[in-house]
């Protein structure tokens, strides 16, 4: 009979995930690569670098450090130069079913084209308009609009005109020639990102920083958070190295045998971030881990223009909102529950901190409502 799964209970599970995203002690000014660890989400702009503010003691400019690319679920993710293969080439499909998962609802449009196939065909195109310098958006569309067949064009009502559908240009980040370097307004500028370093098996080392920050965690988790195929996450999974098994509060899951210990030990968290709402803290799947009330769950990830989450030592003890009055940030914290006494004064400290990520000079704190 094989031995019963040791228990973690979900605050073990959460305090593991915390400190491995770098939310319980702040990085110092050197540290911008690695709090893009699973990349940091630019979804609406500007919200990498909130995450960013919230894991290194960083100045704003820190973040174009990181590059810019659409990688895991077609999503603007800042990561590291020394990782775009695992945000990239790690996200590669191996089969048609897997093409289809990563090219979204793309594929639906295509007729007597695989998905493979557009795959393919949009990224040299998208590699060939860009071979020469950037281009705003609507030149970059112009440009695919120009190398590829009406086949390959899809209607879109928003902007009554045909370009490659948004699933399927995005999903060639995944090929490396895409990268955002700029904005006109609340366009993007697109341009060819640089050359990426090469790491071996980037789709294994996908899947083993997936388990390093959001475990203990299962196959069908992991295909959740990178948007991928069910067959293809499970084979990144079975590349990863030996696991353990767990029970989580009831459910078995895994972490790498390097990590149990890490996961045994009761973390001591103590301290206040203010994490935008596509934070990746949040971006796990087992949402119940990181907010077990039901209720504010469904505050919290909305479709669109969810409010940011207030972490405090360690668990969300509510929502925040902001809006910038000429040169001030004006913070609205909505707590979950009762703090604890020094944290208000800890959170006006964090809103000051973040109002220069938030292009304002002075932070102000209102507790109140949302």
Not at 271 to 300: F, K, S
Not at 333 to 344: D, N
Request: with cysteine.
């Amino acid at each position: 009979m094989s031995p019963a799964a040791p228990p973690v209970t979900r605050s073990l599970a959460l305090g593991f995930r915390v400190a491995r995203h770098h939310l319980a002690e702040r990085l110092d000014s050197k540290g911008t690569q690695a709090a893009a660890v699973v990349g940091l989400q630019d979804t609406p702009p500007g919200t990498a670098v909130l995450a960013l503010a919230a894991r290194a003691d960083v100045a704003p400019e820190a973040i174009d450090e990181l590059v810019l690319v659409p990688s895991i679920r077609g999503a603007p993710m800042a990561v590291a130069v020394r990782d775009l293969a695992v945000f990239t080439a790690g996200l590669e499909p191996p089969d048609e079913e897997a093409a289809k998962a990563v090219t979204g609802n793309a594929w639906k449009f295509l007729d007597g084209i695989t998905a493979m196939d557009a795959l393919n065909r949009v990224s040299e195109a998208v590699h060939d308009s860009l071979r020469d310098g950037p281009l705003p958006r609507d030149d970059f569309h112009q440009a695919l609009r120009e190398r590829l067949p009406a086949e390959l064009l899809w209607w879109c009502n928003g902007c009554r005109s045909h370009h490659v559908h948004p699933s399927l240009w995005r999903a060639t980040g995944i090929r490396g020639v895409l990268a955002i370097v700029g904005r006109e307004g609340r366009s993007a500028v697109f341009g060819l990102p640089p050359k990426m370093p090469p790491v071996e098996d980037p789709g294994a080392e996908l899947a083993r920083r997936f388990l390093r920050t959001y475990g203990p965690a299962r196959p069908k988790l992991l295909a959740d958070w990178t948007g991928l195929a069910t067959s293809h996450a499970k084979a990144l999974w079975e590349r990863t190295g030996e696991l353990v098994q767990v029970d989580l509060d009831g459910t078995n899951a895994w972490v790498l045998v390097e990590d149990a210990e890490a996961l045994a030990r009761a973390t001591e968290i103590k301290g206040v971030r203010l994490l935008p709402n596509r934070d990746p803290l949040n971006a796990a799947r087992d949402r119940e881990v990181l907010v077990p009330d039901a209720g504010l769950r469904r505050r919290i990830w909305t479709s669109i223009g969810g409010p940011g989450t207030v972490l405090v030592d360690g668990e969300v003890a509510g929502l925040w909102r902001s809006i910038r009055k000429g040169n001030r940030l004006l913070v609205t914290v909505e707590p979950s529950g009762k703090l604890r006494a020094a944290a208000t004064d800890e959170l006006a400290a964090e809103v000051e901190r973040l109002a220069p990520f938030r292009c304002a000079e002075t932070g102000q704190l209102r507790m109140g409502t949302l």
